[in-house]
């Protein structure tokens, strides 16, 4: 850390005080509840819960809206660049061990609790018909389902993904030599691949539920395919709209070479979500 | 540790440049103060260690005879869950937290937390969660009743106070990282110039680590209570059989979290402690690396030791082998830190106000829960011990003797910082004598309880075990009432007392010190230098 | 526990001490220490006496350790306070002693675990046993099936509902009774395989040195060797619900000989009890069945008089809409267990358990019993056994 350099801006930065975190906390008070209401057949609970997101929207603008405010006011300073550095990589770490936990979930039921269904003990005095291969729907649910293939929509799904990672490093070049222009060209060409990705994992969805009959319920396999690949579709669709909101900031003229962090935490979360896919693209749909 | 300390251009700043804050209420609603916060989340864990603390009052009456008297069995288990819970989630964790608000940023020398504004999001997302585990008391079903632990299959067979606690869960655990990021940011980047990572005091590096804790394993417990939650409605397999899964993956997964996480627990609380024994020996921390290594050490350690809590679920030998021996050997950093603290009072020149007597007593009855977690992770002795009452005795010992007698000998030594005033001594001495007998004469039976075979979630018990359960409750009983005597001593101090001095210990050497008490609004707003 | 070392009267006692602590005094040294247990119970067999003894050796090393640790914090409180006018000495680094007081533990620690894995590597040794016997842990009781011998039974908490709820005096089994306990021959290894048909359950026998998690559709092994005749008993360990207080186990050593007649007769009884399925059951008979079937297994949740319990969402069955519905659909109820009013299919059963376990006989009767009880007459509303069996799949 370097000497005192207190400059023009003040050495610290410190916000004012501010009613969007307890309009965050009623969003999630109600989402939970609401959430908690529906699942268990209560006709109120929806609703509660679309108050809560309304709530949790009206937040998101509100808040974002004050740091793109301070950031563009140019009110922060180098300190609060690198704050936002450290904060925004150990989210990600947060996140790679959200992910982590239905990874390992993966890793257990077809190395662990398969086999040991079909082994001598478990096997053979619970399960006496069962086989145990992966995938599976288990020894007792009665189902036949195909499992996803890798080749095919995954496989695209793959070139494109790991496409937009390169469009949007292009984008990320572009932006700190200033070309504006090429910079919204492949920021909209990385957002337009995320949502053609997306797309096309809806139409792999709904095939595998009206064609190979693989649904959510279809035994540990369904579970955690669906879960692994649908919680990363959930991620992408976040990226997707963090990268849309800097398309809108990147006409507005938001930005220049030097200061534009919000585009760079967008661009590292996105290249995470294609990391997560690359793993789930060799461990899910591959071996 | 930085010994010499000299803040820039004097304390001037005692101003307040924002006149146009919020008032009341609407003050501690928005506020984006690393003091306020601190407060906050310090008060909303001493509330919720009363509202578990009524639950154990419940539990230990209903334990105190043979036989079913007050509650239903139902009511009983869904007191003993929402008593862990509370107690983990609402009491030690934000307790935790609240002394990093306040004493991190004074002790690196910087203005406030590096994120204020989500500072304010991770203290204000803990009343709705506890709201929600409190709501679900009165839904059809009642609360969760399946233990803290939530194992399926009978958490899946629950009604929806379960739902409300796992959505609750999800947004402790939010909280949580949101912290623990927070705390990161501010330790690595707001340090006063000369204020290296090796001088930090010890409790600014016990956070650091926790912190990292935290990241690591609270997004995977979310992960956990969202399988359960699945697997209850959405018909995932993951904890069936049937489907191919196994009840077993969710113990591996929560256990995976659930160990650090008592250490996260424990960290802050040594880091308490490591600023508290030196000041009143009057003497530096003796092996100030090592403590610092010892810390790491024990974090890495806890990814690997997991399984010490499934011991009897009948996993491979090889695995168990394994998991035994990585469990000892957390008692050799455990140990260096131990002998630590012995060799700074060592020749020192001891005194022994309040805060030292709850460091003592937390040492004492530490060592005592930690030879009993040592004889647990013994796998033969886990056999007969596991699920019982020895269990129970084990982690109170660590958690309340340890934990909260370090927090309440934190208090005891920021509140002139914190406040402006001493706080009365003799209460104090009165709130830890009682403490630390009724302590004993609550936890200590149930050693002998574990020992001869009373498992632990019962609301009745055979009759070889009344007379240890009756002193016990009787203990609990006064343990609880005690507390009321450290509430008494905490107000009375806010409201007023002695004036103190800027630095009321003199053996104390951190950067907090040099500030006035009680200390301004903003800490340092320019940046003191540490040579 | 072995024997009736709790036959006594202890609550006069007991009241005695809560009033001496009331007054404050925190110890009563020396009173009745006989009746206070605090360690062990007396082992009864061979693994549970080498984990006692293994306890004793790792309590003895920590007790020295901490008398040292506190004998020197306390000799330092003393010596090196302030009050007595001792002046600080600054040192705070020392390597030599920082590794010495690292090494000592871990060699104290690797001293600890050599015998703790020798007795491991015992106890997970399954190998060659004398006979096995297969245990199911329910909501809320224990199913033992001797395996080679092909027959098994249900054992249930007997400890009447009155001790319970303190209207009557306790037995001084209170708790740790059941109708059928678990039957072996002394100086045998006994084999177990530990299941469970709906939650965790845990068999738990401290005084042989078992403690085995049941788990829903897994086994699991472990085993024991009773070293003397005599009556062992422990409880379900792990949480399984609201009645988890309420599942003990009583396993009864036998001499050899006495084993065998035991053994003699229970084959006879089974083979006396093996019901003809096809049999046509009178209403009468499938009532007087049923009435004892319900108490024992449906009455913990839906209540004796068929009220229901809200409190874990089990419906009353008076005027129950399945139960007054079509008789196949509340067979499939019954066997297979619902959730929110749904069939379970995964075989764990649900809220509602499943009942695969009970006999075609038990099922039909007790649900016969539950359609013309309570005012549930629907008419011509019995169900056979046979029935039943053309249910199951
Ligand atoms: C603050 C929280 C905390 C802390 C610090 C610890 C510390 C330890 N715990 Fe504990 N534990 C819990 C909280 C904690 N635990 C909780 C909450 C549970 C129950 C969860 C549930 O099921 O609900 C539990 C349960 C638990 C179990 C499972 C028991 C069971 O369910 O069957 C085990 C088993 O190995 C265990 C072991 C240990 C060990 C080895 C340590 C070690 O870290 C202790 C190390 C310390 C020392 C050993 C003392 C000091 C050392 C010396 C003086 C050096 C010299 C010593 C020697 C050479 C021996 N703990
Ligand atoms: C983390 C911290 C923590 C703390 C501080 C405590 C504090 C206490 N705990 Fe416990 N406890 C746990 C964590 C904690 N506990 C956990 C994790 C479990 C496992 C749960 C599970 O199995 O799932 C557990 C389980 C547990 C059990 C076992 C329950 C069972 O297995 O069924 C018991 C039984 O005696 C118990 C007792 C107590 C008592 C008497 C206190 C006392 O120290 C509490 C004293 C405090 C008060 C009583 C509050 C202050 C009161 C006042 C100021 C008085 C005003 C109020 C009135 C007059 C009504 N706790
Ligand atoms: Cu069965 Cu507890
Ligand atoms: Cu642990």
Same mark, same amino acid.
């Given at each position: 850390?370097?000497?005192?350099?207190?400059?023009?801006?003040?050495?610290y930065?410190?916000?004012?005080?501010?009613?969007?975190?307890?309009?965050?906390?009623?969003?999630?008070?109600?989402?939970?509840?609401?959430?908690?209401?529906?699942?268990?057949r209560?006709?109120?609970?929806?609703? !509660?819960?679309?108050?809560?997101?309304?709530?949790?929207?009206?937040?998101?603008?509100?808040?974002?809206?004050?740091? !793109?405010?301070?950031?563009?006011?140019?009110?922060?300073?180098?300190?609060?660049?690198?704050?936002f550095?450290?904060?925004?990589s150990?989210? !990600?770490?947060?996140?790679?061990?959200?992910?982590?936990?239905?990874?390992?979930?993966?890793?257990?039921?077809?190395?662990?609790?398969?086999?040991?269904?079909?082994?001598?003990?478990?096997?053979?005095?619970?399960?006496?018909?069962?086989?145990?291969?992966?995938?599976?729907?288990?020894p007792?649910?009665?189902?036949?389902?195909?499992?996803?293939?890798? !080749?095919?929509?995954?496989?695209?799904?793959?070139i494109?993904?790991?496409?937009?990672?390169?469009t949007?490093?292009?984008?990320?070049?572009?932006?700190?030599?200033?070309h504006?222009?090429?910079?919204?060209?492949?920021?909209?060409?990385?957002?337009?691949?995320?949502?053609?990705?997306?797309?096309?994992?809806?139409?792999?969805?709904?095939?595998?539920?009206?064609?190979?009959?693989?649904?959510?319920?279809?035994?540990?396999y369904?579970?955690?395919?669906?879960?692994?690949?649908?919680?990363?579709?959930?991620h992408?669709?976040?990226?997707?709209?963090?990268?849309?909101?800097?398309?809108?900031?990147?006409?507005?003229?938001?930005?220049?070479?030097?200061?534009?962090?919000?585009?760079?935490?967008a661009?590292?979360?996105?290249?995470?979500?294609?990391?997560?896919?690359?793993?789930?693209?060799?461990?899910?749909?591959?071996? | 540790?930085?010994?010499?300390?000299q803040?820039?251009?004097?304390?001037?700043?005692?101003?307040?440049?924002? #006149?146009?804050?919020?008032?009341?209420?609407?003050?501690?609603?928005?506020?984006?103060?690393?003091?306020?916060?601190?407060t906050?989340?310090?008060?909303?864990?001493?509330?919720?260690?009363?509202?578990?603390?009524?639950?154990?009052?419940?539990?230990?009456?209903?334990?105190?005879?043979?036989?079913?008297q007050?509650?239903?069995?139902?009511?009983?288990?869904?007191?003993?869950?929402?008593?862990?819970?509370?107690?983990i989630?609402?009491?030690?964790?934000?307790?935790?937290?609240?002394?990093?608000?306040?004493m991190?940023?004074?002790?690196?020398?910087?203005?406030?937390?590096a994120?204020?504004?989500?500072?304010?999001?991770?203290?204000? =997302?803990?009343?709705?969660?506890?709201?929600?585990?409190?709501?679900?008391?009165?839904?059809?079903?009642? #609360?969760?009743?399946?233990?803290?632990?939530?194992?399926?299959?009978?958490?899946?067979?629950q009604?929806?106070?379960?739902?409300?606690?796992?959505?609750?869960?999800?947004?402790?655990?939010?909280s %949580?990282?949101?912290?623990? $990021?927070?705390?990161?940011?501010?330790?690595?980047?707001?340090?006063?110039?000369g204020?290296?990572?090796?001088?930090?005091?010890?409790?600014?590096?016990?956070?650091?680590?926790?912190?990292?804790?935290l $990241?690591?394993?609270?997004?995977?417990?979310?992960?956990?209570?969202?399988?359960? =939650?699945?697997?209850?409605?959405?018909?995932?397999?993951f904890?069936?059989a049937?489907?191919?899964?196994?009840?077993?993956l969710?113990?591996?997964?929560?256990?995976?979290?659930?160990?650090?996480?008592?250490?996260? $627990?424990?960290?802050p609380?040594?880091?308490?402690i490591?600023?508290?024994?030196?000041t009143?020996?009057?003497?530096?921390?003796?092996?100030?690396a090592?403590?610092?290594?010892?810390?790491?050490?024990?974090?890495? =350690?806890?990814?690997?030791?997991?399984?010490?809590?499934?011991?009897?679920?009948?996993?491979?030998?090889?695995?168990?082998?394994?998991?035994?021996?990585?469990?000892m050997?957390?008692?050799v950093?455990?140990?260096?830190?131990?002998?630590?603290?012995?060799?700074?009072?060592?020749?020192? %020149?001891?005194?022994?106000?309040?805060?030292?007597?709850?460091?003592?007593?937390?040492?004492?009855?530490?060592v005592?829960?930690?030879?009993?977690?040592?004889?647990?992770?013994?796998v033969?002795?886990?056999?007969?011990?596991?699920?019982?009452?020895?269990?129970?005795?084990?982690?109170?010992y660590?958690?309340?003797?340890?934990?909260?007698?370090?927090?309440f000998?934190?208090?005891?030594?920021?509140?002139p910082?914190?406040?402006?005033?001493?706080?009365?001594?003799?209460?104090?001495?009165?709130?830890?004598?009682?403490?630390?007998?009724?302590?004993?004469?609550?936890?200590?039976?149930?050693?002998?309880l574990?020992? #001869?075979?009373?498992?632990?979630?019962?609301?009745?018990?055979?009759?070889?075990?009344?007379?240890?359960?009756?002193?016990?409750?009787?203990?609990?009983?006064?343990?609880?009432? %005690?507390?009321?005597?450290?509430?008494?001593?905490?107000i009375?101090?806010?409201?007023?007392?002695?004036?103190?001095?800027?630095?009321?210990?003199?053996? #104390?050497t951190?950067?907090?010190?040099?500030?006035?008490?009680p200390?301004?609004?903003?800490?340092?707003?320019?940046?003191?230098?540490?040579? | 526990?072995?024997?009736?070392?709790?036959?006594?009267?202890?609550?006069?006692?007991?009241?005695?001490?809560?009033?001496?602590?009331?007054?404050?005094?925190?110890?009563?040294?020396?009173?009745?220490?006989?009746?206070?247990?605090?360690?062990?119970?007396?082992?009864?067999?061979?693994?549970?006496?080498?984990?006692?003894?293994?306890?004793?050796?790792?309590?003895?090393?920590?007790?020295?350790?901490?008398?040292?640790?506190?004998?020197?914090?306390?000799?330092?409180?003393?010596?090196?306070?302030?009050?007595?006018?001792?002046?600080?000495?600054?040192?705070?680094?020392?390597?030599?002693?920082?590794?010495?007081?690292?090494?000592?533990?871990?060699?104290?620690?690797?001293?600890?675990?050599?015998?703790?894995?020798?007795?491991?590597?015992?106890?997970h040794?399954?190998?060659?046993?004398?006979?096995?016997?297969k245990?199911?842990?329910?909501q809320?009781?224990?199913?033992?099936?001797y395996?080679?011998?092909?027959?098994g039974?249900?054992?249930?908490?007997?400890?009447?509902y009155?001790?319970?709820?303190?209207?009557?005096?306790?037995?001084?089994?209170?708790?740790?009774?059941?109708?059928?306990?678990?039957?072996?021959?002394?100086?045998?290894?006994?084999?177990?395989?530990?299941?469970?048909?709906?939650?965790?359950?845990?068999?738990?026998?401290?005084?042989?040195?078992?403690?085995?998690?049941?788990?829903?559709?897994?086994?699991?092994?472990?085993?024991?060797?009773?070293?003397?005749?005599?009556?062992?008993?422990?409880?379900?360990?792990?949480?399984?619900?609201?009645?988890?207080?309420?599942?003990?186990?009583?396993?009864?050593?036998?001499?050899?000989d006495?084993?065998?007649?035991?053994?003699?007769?229970?084959?006879?009884?089974?083979?006396?009890?093996a019901?003809?399925?096809?049999k046509?059951?009178?209403?009468?008979?499938?009532?007087?069945?049923?009435?004892?079937?319900?108490?024992?297994?449906?009455?913990?949740?839906?209540?004796? /008089?068929?009220?229901?319990?809200?409190?874990?969402?089990?419906?009353?069955?008076?005027?129950?809409?399945v139960?007054?519905?079509?008789?196949?659909?509340?067979?499939?109820?019954?066997?297979?267990?619902?959730?929110?009013?749904?069939?379970?299919?995964?075989?764990?059963?649900?809220?509602?358990?499943?009942?695969?376990?009970? &006999?075609?006989?038990?099922?039909?009767?007790?649900?016969?019993?539950?359609r /013309?009880?309570w005012?549930?007459?629907?008419?011509?509303?019995?169900v056979?056994? &046979?029935?039943?069996?053309?249910?199951?799949?």
């Open positions: 850390m370097s000497a005192v350099s207190p400059g023009a801006k003040p050495y930065f410190l916000p004012q005080p501010s009613h969007w975190p307890i309009t965050g906390s009623l969003a999630l008070l109600l989402m939970g509840t609401g959430a908690a209401f529906w699942f268990n209560y006709a109120a609970g929806p609703w !509660i819960v679309l108050a809560g997101f309304c709530f949790l929207l009206v937040m998101l603008f509100g808040w974002f809206g004050t740091v !793109i405010g301070e950031s563009e006011g140019r009110l922060y300073n180098k300190k609060v660049d690198l704050s550095r450290w904060g925004m150990w989210f !990600i770490f947060s996140e790679v061990m959200f992910f982590a936990a239905f990874f390992g979930a993966l890793f257990y039921v077809r190395n662990i609790s398969t086999p040991d269904l079909g082994s001598a003990l478990t096997g053979r005095e619970l399960w006496p018909n069962y086989a145990a291969q992966w995938p599976t729907v288990g007792y649910i009665k189902q036949q389902f195909s499992p996803m293939n890798a !080749i095919g929509i995954p496989l695209l799904n793959t494109i993904l790991v496409s937009s990672g390169g949007l490093t292009l984008a990320h070049h572009a932006l700190k030599a200033g504006r222009g090429a910079l919204k060209f492949w920021l909209f060409v990385t957002i337009a691949l995320g949502f053609t990705f997306l797309g096309l994992q809806a139409f792999e969805y709904h095939h595998a539920y009206t064609e190979l009959n693989l649904k959510l319920s279809t035994g540990v369904g579970s955690t395919f669906f879960m692994l690949t649908g919680f990363h579709g959930a992408v669709t976040i990226g997707a709209i963090m990268l849309t909101v800097m398309l809108v900031r990147a006409f507005r003229g938001h930005f220049d070479a030097e200061h534009h962090f919000g585009f760079e935490a661009a590292w979360y996105w290249h995470f979500v294609d990391v997560v896919w690359l793993l789930l693209f060799v461990l899910v749909y591959w071996l | 540790m930085s010994s010499i300390t803040p820039i251009g004097g304390h001037e700043h005692a101003h307040d440049d924002h #006149a146009h804050h919020p008032t009341g209420i609407m003050r501690w609603v928005t506020t984006t103060n690393h003091k306020d916060i601190g906050l989340y310090l008060w909303f864990s001493f509330t919720m260690f009363i509202v578990g603390g009524c639950m154990a009052f419940v539990i230990r009456a209903e334990l105190f005879e043979p036989g079913l007050i509650v239903t069995p139902e009511f009983f288990n869904e007191m003993t869950t929402l008593h862990g819970l509370i107690m989630f609402g009491a030690l964790m934000p307790g935790a937290v609240g002394f990093a608000n306040w991190i940023p004074m002790q690196i020398g910087a203005p406030d937390m994120f204020a504004r989500m500072n304010n999001w991770s203290f204000w =997302l803990l009343p709705p969660a506890a709201l929600m585990l409190l709501i679900s008391l009165f839904v059809p079903g009642g #609360a969760a009743g399946g233990g803290w632990t939530l194992y399926p299959p009978l958490t899946i067979e009604g929806m106070g379960m739902d409300l606690t796992i959505f609750a869960i999800h947004i402790m655990g939010a %949580s990282i949101m912290g623990s $990021i927070n705390i990161i940011t501010t330790i690595l980047n707001l340090r006063a110039p204020m290296t990572l090796m001088k930090m005091p010890l409790f600014c590096w016990t956070w650091l680590i926790t912190a990292y804790l $990241i690591a394993v609270m997004p995977v417990l979310a992960g956990a209570v969202t399988m359960l =939650l699945t697997d209850r409605h959405f018909g995932t397999s904890f069936n049937a489907g191919g899964g196994d009840p077993i969710f113990q591996h997964v929560f256990w995976f979290f659930g160990h650090p996480e008592v250490y996260i $627990i424990i960290l609380a040594f880091g308490i490591s600023e508290i024994i030196p009143f020996s009057r003497k530096p921390l003796f092996g100030y090592s403590m610092v290594y010892a810390v790491a050490a024990i974090a890495i =350690l806890s990814f690997m030791v997991w399984a010490h809590h499934m011991f009897t679920t009948g996993l491979p030998t090889a695995g168990i082998l394994f998991y035994m021996y990585a469990t050997l957390i008692a950093p455990t140990g260096v830190k131990v002998f630590n603290w012995l060799a700074t009072m060592w020749k020192g %020149s001891i005194s022994l106000e309040a805060p030292m007597m709850f460091a003592l007593g937390f040492l004492f009855l530490f005592i829960g930690g030879f009993t977690g040592l004889v647990l992770g013994i033969p002795l886990d056999v007969a011990l596991h699920d019982t009452y020895y269990v129970v005795a084990h982690f109170h660590v958690m309340v003797a340890g934990t909260l007698f370090a927090f000998g934190g208090v005891y030594y920021w509140l910082k914190w406040t402006g005033h001493m706080y009365d001594e003799s209460l104090a001495k009165w709130h830890f004598w009682l403490s630390f007998i009724l302590f004993n004469v609550t936890f200590f039976p149930m050693h002998f574990g020992l #001869a075979g009373m498992p632990r979630r019962v609301p009745d018990y055979p009759q070889q075990f009344a007379d240890w359960n009756m002193v016990s409750s009787i203990g609990a009983f006064g343990f609880g009432l %005690s507390q009321l005597v450290f509430l008494y001593a905490v009375k101090c806010i409201r007023g007392g002695k004036p103190a001095p800027a630095k009321p210990w003199d053996g #104390a951190s950067l907090e010190w040099t500030l006035p008490s200390a301004p609004y903003h800490s340092f707003e320019t940046p003191p230098v540490v040579r | 526990m072995v024997g009736n070392r709790n036959g006594r009267t202890r609550s006069r006692f007991r009241w005695r001490l809560a009033a001496a602590l009331g007054a404050g005094l925190p110890a009563v040294p020396g009173v009745a220490l006989a009746d206070w247990d605090w360690n062990f119970q007396p082992p009864g067999s061979s693994i549970s006496a080498q984990i006692t003894h293994l306890h004793e050796i790792i309590f003895w090393i920590c007790v020295v350790i901490f008398i040292g640790v506190f004998g020197t914090m306390f000799y330092a409180l003393i010596k090196h306070r302030k009050s007595v006018g001792h002046q600080a000495v600054q040192f705070h680094e020392n390597t030599t002693v920082e590794v010495v007081w690292t090494v000592i533990p871990l060699l104290i620690l690797i001293f600890m675990a050599w015998p703790a894995t020798k007795l491991i590597l015992a106890m040794d399954t190998s060659a046993p004398g006979m096995t016997v245990v199911t842990g329910y809320w009781k224990w199913g033992y099936d395996v080679q011998e092909g027959f039974f249900y054992s249930t908490l007997s400890t009447p009155a001790e319970i709820r303190n209207r009557a005096a306790k037995d001084p089994h209170y708790l740790l009774e059941v109708d059928n306990p678990l039957v072996v021959p002394v100086d045998t290894k006994v084999r177990v395989l530990v299941t469970a048909a709906d939650v965790l359950h845990s068999w738990y026998v401290p005084a042989l040195g078992v403690q085995q998690e049941a788990i829903p559709g897994f086994v699991r092994d472990t085993w024991f060797e009773a070293d003397k005749v005599g009556i062992y008993r422990g409880q379900c360990s792990k949480l399984c619900g609201k009645e988890h207080a309420f599942m003990p186990i009583v396993v009864e050593v036998k001499s050899k006495d084993y065998a007649k035991w053994l003699a007769e229970q084959k006879q009884k089974a083979g006396a009890a019901e003809d399925p096809n046509v059951w009178s209403l009468n008979d499938l009532l007087a069945k049923g009435q004892q079937v319900f108490n024992g297994n449906c009455a913990a949740c839906h209540q004796p /008089n068929g009220t229901g319990n809200a409190a874990i969402g089990a419906p009353a069955l008076v005027g129950d809409k139960v007054l519905g079509p008789r196949q659909h509340q067979i499939d109820v019954v066997l297979n267990g619902q959730t929110n009013g749904v069939v379970m299919t995964g075989g764990a059963g649900g809220k509602m358990p499943s009942w695969k376990g009970l &006999s075609d006989v038990d099922i039909a009767s007790v649900i016969s019993y539950t /013309n009880s005012g549930n007459k629907a008419g011509e509303n019995i056979q056994p &046979s029935e039943v069996k053309a249910e199951r799949k």
